[in-house]
């Protein structure tokens, strides 16, 4: 029997290469959540939480589209949690440069939320989800893992910090860092999984592919045959 397809609800390249890395093929469906706006309307969660409200959110967007029938969907989003504060994206250099400068030396916790919605069973009258609808609305049970590990920056001086935020790339990725890019050479630690720092933990979505009666593996094993 064939794996069922895998939607990925993120447009992220890294997420894509890390599926891709563990022999995972899959669609990218990219949804139109206003981030913001999500974790706005819970303020009492705690950054953990809002990174899995806000893969929840994704992928729940992606699996009411008529494209996804069929399919599992998966929603991931990051946040980085330090000083007890969570943040996101900085999306503009001042934010990322004032960021950086706060967490030079020091360290936080890079949270990942990961949110798996089964499609297969898509179209079903009246069948129930965990979210109050119902399939006729689109929108399958699903179910979700939280992802986190802990991140020690060295100390960055000021030019450091602005020929980083020059490149661009902290612009858009959760804490104003990443791991696998030129902000790896800030890093002095990572305590955890790293690919929850990366974007998307590879355990994590086994064992949510694992509770749907998927395995991973079915995927090499497909690979193989062909």
């Known amino acids: 029997m064939s794996p069922p397809e895998l939607i990925l609800a993120s447009k992220s390249p890294a997420r894509t290469k890390l599926l891709e890395e ?6 990218i469906l990219v949804s139109d959540i206003d981030e913001d706006a999500v974790a706005a309307a819970h303020p009492e969660a705690s950054p953990g939480e809002t990174a899995l409200l806000l893969a929840r ?20 989003d990051s946040v980085f949690e330090f000083g007890g504060l969570a943040l996101g994206k900085p999306y503009t250099p001042e934010v990322a440069r004032e ?10 916790i890079l949270h990942t939320g990961h949110w798996l919605v089964d499609r297969r069973g898509a179209g079903s009258p009246g069948q129930p989800a965990d979210n109050g609808q119902s399939a006729d609305d689109g929108v399958a049970p699903g179910a ?8 020690e920056f060295t100390p960055m001086s000021s030019e450091e910090i602005a020929a980083y935020v020059a490149t661009g790339e902290p612009l858009h990725c959760a804490g104003s ?23 998307l933990s590879v355990s ?4 949510l592919l694992a509770d749907a009666g998927v395995r991973l593996t079915d995927w090499w094993a497909a690979a193989v045959v062909r």
């Open 204 to 207: 994590a979505l086994r064992a």
């Open 57 to 76: 959110a994704k992928a729940e967007a992606v699996a009411a589209l008529p494209g996804s029938a069929g399919a599992l969907v998966l929603g991931c």
């Open 144 to 151: 979700g893992r939280l992802a986190s590990a802990g991140v």
């Open 22 to 27: 563990a022999g995972v093929p899959h669609r």
């Open 99 to 108: 960021r950086l400068a706060e967490m030079s030396g020091r360290a936080g």
């Open 177 to 199: 860092f990443t791991i696998d890019g030129l902000g790896g050479a800030f890093l002095a630690r990572v305590d955890g999984d790293p690919h929850a720092v990366v974007g």
